[in-house]
Nanobody, 128 residues
């Protein structure tokens, strides 16, 4: 069982930055790929980014590529999402999620159903 707790959300002006954190319980954190998803009101949950278990591989949605960076500190059981040059369309509840598998060659890690554990979410609001 893995428990995930996100933090770091808030209100920021367009062009600003935020860093989200996701703290995980358990002693096997490095065996999980960690994904970030977001859900805006009235929209489906969408993939944002994923990082492999030891942090060597990452993938990003086209909408955030070049602006967002995910990283992890396995000694602290924490994964991060650094969000720069934020836009109003980035407004959403952001979730972190954990899965045992990282597949570099398919869209497996971009699908919410691939993840076994989810955090409660943190609200990010970007004002124009």
């Amino acid at each position: 069982q893995v428990q995930l707790v996100e933090s770091g959300g808030g209100l920021v002006q367009a062009g600003g930055s935020l860093r989200l954190s996701c703290a995980a319980s358990g002693r096997t954190f490095s065996s999980y790929a960690m994904g970030w998803f977001r859900q805006a009101p009235g929209k489906e949950r969408e993939f944002v980014a994923v990082i492999s278990g030891i942090g060597l591989l990452t993938k990003y949605a086209d909408s955030v590529k070049g602006r967002f960076t995910t990283s992890r500190d396995n000694a602290k059981n924490t994964v991060y999402l650094q969000m720069n040059r934020l836009k109003p369309e980035d407004t959403a509840v952001y979730y972190c999620a954990a899965t045992r598998s990282y597949n570099a060659n398919t869209n497996y890690n971009a699908e919410a159903r691939s993840y076994d554990y989810w955090g409660q979410g943190t609200q990010v609001t970007v004002s124009s």
